[in-house]
């Protein structure tokens, strides 16, 4: 439990991780006020409902694009819940212009494979 709002982590890479296997904890994020979810392949359909209940947005990475997206994050502002390990913690990114990004469910309730 070191989390931390100071900067003291060098970033290499940003890459997308399997989103489903977060199914179970994005209405919980979402509800502490996560507007976007960003990750790689589907969701269920509770997280399309946790995005529409908060009007939020769950959108895909490229893969392949770490270095891209890399290039994009101007400051690793904050990280909590560091239990989860380094991969799945919560990351606050200050970023410029980050993508590029597909929308796959939207704040609506609409989902990309409709």
Known sequence: EN???ESKYKMVA???TTSMRMNPYEADVL?????IIIGNGGMDDSVRE???RNNAVYVVATG???ALYFD????IKGVNW???GMPEAIWDLDVDSFGPLIVDMDSKGN???D
């Open 64 to 66: 392949g694009c770490a």
């Open 14 to 16: 940003v890459g997308p």
């Open 111 to 113: 989902s990309l494979y």
């Open 82 to 84: 560091l239990d989860l």
């Open 50 to 52: 946790a995005l529409k």
């Open 72 to 75: 994009k994050v101007n400051e």
């Open 3 to 5: 989390d931390s709002n």
């Open 31 to 35: 509800y502490m006020g996560a507007k």
